[in-house]
């Protein structure tokens, strides 16, 4: 497994207990049976051609160096964490480690390659949110998100040399 040697070790963990959450036989492998099954537990029933599906171009045994490439290659695109940390700073004039929420929503709706507001707000759905303690311009408690912990959750699994 040399390609692991220049990826992000808690990200690798992270997918080695996602595999491990699939993986519901025990048995090294990611089967069919075991993706019907995983589905089950989530109370949705997939029908055979979903699941052959799911397996069509997938490098078969399904083991854990196999689903490691499967998702390194799917993630290819993603910018390593300093390259986020580096974009996100451009907000954080006072080099908080936290910026305007609104603000950040506002800016990827209206410049560049614009989000909807919907996907914007979608793509904050999981991000750290804190409030305050400087207020908006209604009068509420500023939202304000930690870029730092969100770059880290939606960068690639490629080494950093931010600590």
Not at 13 to 32: M, Q, T
Not at 47 to 75: E, T
Request: proline share 2%.
């Amino acid at each position: 497994m040399d390609f692991l040697k220049d990826l992000n070790q808690p990200k690798v963990y992270e997918l080695k207990k996602a595999f491990c959450l699939f993986d519901l036989d025990g048995d090294g492998v990611i089967s069919e049976q075991d993706l019907r099954n995983t589905f089950l537990t989530l109370g949705v029933d997939k029908s055979d051609f979903d699941i052959d599906q799911m397996f069509d171009g997938v490098v078969q045994p399904l083991n854990l160096d196999v689903f490691l490439l499967l998702i390194l290659q799917r993630a290819n695109g993603l910018a390593p964490q300093d390259v986020m940390l580096s974009a996100f700073r451009m907000w954080d004039k006072a080099n908080v480690g936290y910026i305007d929420k609104e603000r950040f929503i506002n800016d990827i709706t209206t410049f560049g390659d614009r989000f909807t507001l919907g996907e914007a707000r979608e793509a904050l759905e999981d991000a750290v949110i804190s409030r305050g303690p400087q207020l908006n311009a209604d009068g509420q408690l500023m939202e304000k998100l930690d870029y730092m912990d969100f770059a880290e959750s939606i960068s690639g699994f490629q080494k950093t040399d931010h600590k």
